[in-house]
């Protein structure tokens, strides 16, 4: 079981506008095109690689779960954190012999801890092409908001 | 380097394909983790290419070389900041190397939620006989 928790926000991540974090994908990038190897985390074995973002209004967590059934992936959310669990197992293949095997599979579990609480209800889940979807609406104390500064 | 050789297909490492390809669009050149199996009537290639969808999906077999390439584009809107990102969008491909073990004319491939899956069928001369013994 892959167990692993993402807090973007929190201390251990660079703010996302950061020079750093984008000399780091640069970085990434630089070595994965002279390596070869996916700098994404799928090489170091951490099922499934995931994107958070935000804008103004929502957050959003893609992760790449290819070729599971979406009944067979459970998202939960509990106050700020979501949970994307489930399980990629490939179809029982009959008296076959194999010559490759690099292809994730196994129970997987991840979680992602956000800045705000959320209303599980208010989530929305989309499964397309194998990459899952979750959209979270802020709640209304999380949103930005402009203050009016007035003079005397 | 790793190369395995099967009866009848061969896999390219990433390095193969870069030495004889550079990149012609924007974005970065991923290789799709793959599960190469055999029965005896064929070899199964699953590819794993999420974000791909059929239309902006290419199998090309050009003298005896089965090239895969998918384009997955970016889903971030226009105003989405990055938080943190584990992968990035870009173009999946891969090459096999197919022997004439391989019926060429009847390859067939299938994309759902984002894994390819290629059936290659052997040439009849390439199946497993099952050679009777007489005994006099």
Known sequence: MIVRQLNPWGPNWNHPGSAYAQMRRDMDSLLERLSGVPADGSAAGVFPPMNVSEDPGHYYIRALIPGIDASQLNVSVVHQTVTVSGARQSPEEEGVSYHRKERAEGAFSRSVTLPASFDGARVDAKYVDGILTLTLPKPEAAKPRRVTVQTS | ?136
């Open chain 2, 1 to 136: 380097m790793a190369t395995d050789k099967t009866q009848g297909l061969q896999t390219r490492e990433a390095r193969d394909l870069a030495a004889t390809m550079e990149a012609t669009r924007p974005g970065v050149l991923l290789t799709p983790p793959v599960d190469i199996f055999e029965d005896p009537n064929a070899i199964t290639v699953l590819a794993d290419m999420p974000g791909v969808n059929p239309e902006r999906l290419k199998i090309d077999l050009h003298e005896g070389v089965l090239t895969i390439t998918g384009h997955a584009d970016a889903s971030e809107g226009p105003n989405e900041v990055t938080g943190v990102q584990e992968y990035r969008a870009g173009t999946f491909q891969r090459s096999f190397t197919l022997s004439e073990a391989i019926d060429q004319n009847q390859i067939r491939a299938t994309l759902k939620h984002g894994v390819l899956r290629l059936r290659l069928p052997k040439a009849e001369q390439a199946k497993p006989r099952q050679i009777e013994i007489r005994t006099d």
